[in-house]
C-alpha cells in the first residue's frame, strides 16, 4: 500500500490513482494551506519533500512556473500539482520542526 505521511504530525494517507498530496492531506487531516481551489495560483500548499520525491509525477506547467517566481528549492513542491506515485514523505514550514 502507498503512503503519504505528513512530517512531523504523524499523519498519514493512501493516495487513489493520480491523486494529488493535497488531496491525501485532506482526507488524512493534515491541514495544508490553499486558498486557490487546487489550481497552483496560490502557492500556499508548497510543500518540502523529506523522502521519496522520485514516487511523485513530474512538475506541471503551473507547478513549474510557480516554482520559477517564488525560487522553490528543489526539494520543494505545490500538494495541489504534485501527484503520488509512490511513498513520499513531505513537511511544512508551518507544522514544526521535524524530530
Not at 492531506?25 to 487546487?38: D, L, T
Not at 523522502?51 to 513530474?58: C, D, I, T, V
Request: proline share 6%; with cysteine.
Amino acid at each position: 500500500m502507498t503512503l503519504v505521511r505528513f512530517a512531523p504530525l504523524g499523519l498519514e494517507g493512501s493516495p487513489l490513482e493520480d491523486e494529488t498530496i493535497l488531496d491525501v492531506a485532506r482526507r488524512a487531516g493534515a491541514p495544508i494551506g490553499n486558498s486557490c481551489g487546487g489550481v497552483g495560483w496560490c502557492a500556499r500548499c508548497r510543500v518540502r519533500v523529506v523522502a521519496g520525491a522520485e514516487n511523485l509525477g513530474p512538475p506541471s506547467s503551473v507547478e513549474r512556473a510557480k516554482g520559477s517566481e517564488l525560487a522553490f528549492a528543489r526539494d520543494e513542491r505545490l500538494a495541489c500539482q504534485a501527484t503520488v506515485k509512490g511513498d513520499v514523505t513531505v513537511t511544512t514550514t508551518y507544522w514544526g520542526p521535524l524530530r
